[in-house]
């Protein structure tokens, strides 16, 4: 099923009423964000996703998804293998143009993929959903074609905190004239885009984008014109925002929608100079390993396309990989920057670049094991530093 705001309602409402009537049925689906999906109506069906992202966190709480690590990037080629079963795809298009055309509107990660496997490809045609350039279905790749004409689901900005403004503050210092960026959608992301507004010819190659993109584009900000490829051209394979964002792309010919295979590809990002990708994490380890999924024993996030743009970032000229964090969680009790990880290596410490806190920067690549967890422990806050210091020390004594 179509992810994200690319999530067809109405297909997904009519498997919730019919699923246990259809008989051992499951569902793939990589993020959710509409909140249907939770343990009282989902009882149809076996769920399966990439991660805990959206609103599949009250699922996975329930202990009701269960998890296929896996990137982003490797989904399309998992369901093309057959690794990720796919007999029937349910996806949302946008109506069709004179060539019979439809775009995939705000998802183009590995729909076309799914799409190529299935027996039987079921599509919402949502006449709500804008028309966006890049990838496309034709009319005859359809089996079953359900109209409808409501909105999409949306995703509204998250509110930023003072922790989420000083986190920015550290990351856009990275971010220079001409640079390209990734980014998702999230407090912190929001509070980066609103600080770019002097910056000049920036670019975007990103999984995702969201309504802070448009304010960018508008402010003269975003132009793409020193990308080496897609010149011209924000390029992405999600949307996800409000209704402004939806009507800022459709039929925007400055906007590509393009698959997870071109989107989260080294080969693609090796071609991009200054090269600024910023993901989250839940915690961090003093060698820099990095946790973006679990907590203990609750699964909260998902491995995504994190190390696909760590990679990307990191290997660009110029450019800059940047895990980015708040120092605490719980209220402050607990530290996110930590002696070992409580959950799952997300990306491993060989691949990390920057670690970011409110409390400062951690450029790690390059550096040895004792430099590093100094480096961490100076950007904890300020009241686990000496712990984590006299961690650092051991790990000095040692060499790892």
Not at 48 to 67: E, N, P
Not at 179 to 195: E, F, K, M, N, S
Not at 198 to 217: E, K, N, P, T
Request: with cysteine.
């Amino acid at each position: 099923m179509g992810q994200a705001c690319g999530e067809p309602q109405v297909l997904r409402d009519a498997l919730i009423r019919q699923g246990a009537a259809i008989g051992e049925l499951s569902l793939f689906i990589a993020s959710s964000f509409s909140g249907a999906f939770v343990p009282e109506t989902a009882t149809g069906f076996a769920l399966s996703s990439m991660g805990a992202i959206g609103q599949l966190r009250v699922m996975a709480r329930a202990r009701a998804v269960k998890i296929i690590p896996c990137h982003v990037g490797q989904i399309g080629p998992m369901i093309a293998a057959g690794e990720i079963g796919c007999d029937v795809a349910m996806i949302q298009v946008s109506p069709a143009d004179a060539e019979g055309r439809h775009s995939c509107g705000l998802i183009s990660d590995h729909v076309l993929d799914a799409v190529a496997r299935a027996r039987v490809v079921i599509a919402e045609v949502n006449a709500a959903v804008p028309w966006t350039p890049g990838v496309t279905i034709g009319r005859d790749e359809i089996d079953v074609a359900v109209n409808c004409d409501h909105p999409p689901v949306e995703v509204a900005a998250a509110p930023i905190s003072a922790t989420d403004a000083a986190i920015a503050r550290h990351c856009a210092e990275f971010i220079g004239d001409g640079a390209v960026i990734q980014t998702g959608v999230g407090g912190v992301p929001d509070a980066i885009l609103r600080l770019l507004g002097d910056r000049r010819d920036l670019g975007v190659h990103s999984g995702m984008l969201g309504d802070g993109l448009v304010d960018l584009v508008e402010a003269g900000v975003i132009t793409n014109a020193r990308k080496e490829i897609d010149r011209g051209v924000s390029v992405a394979c999600a949307l996800i925002g409000t209704r402004r964002l939806y009507d800022f792309v459709d039929r925007n010919p400055a906007i590509r929608m393009a698959p997870a295979s071109y989107t989260h590809d080294a080969g693609v990002m090796a071609h991009l100079s200054r090269l600024v990708t910023i993901n989250s994490a839940i915690e961090v380890d003093l060698t820099g390993q990095v946790n973006a999924e679990a907590s203990g024993s609750a699964y909260l996030g998902g491995t995504g396309g994190q190390v696909d743009f760590v990679r990307g970032g990191a290997r660009s000229p110029g450019g800059h990989a940047l895990i980015a964090l708040a120092a605490t969680a719980k209220g402050g009790t607990v530290s996110k920057i930590v002696p070992t990880l409580s959950g799952a290596v997300t990306t491993a410490r060989s691949e990390v670049d920057v670690i970011v806190t409110e409390f400062g920067a951690a450029q790690l690549k390059g550096r040895d094991m004792a430099e590093r967890a100094r480096a961490l422990a100076a950007i904890a806050h300020p009241d686990f530093r000496e712990d984590l210091e006299r961690e650092a020390h051991a790990i000095a004594r040692r060499g790892f």
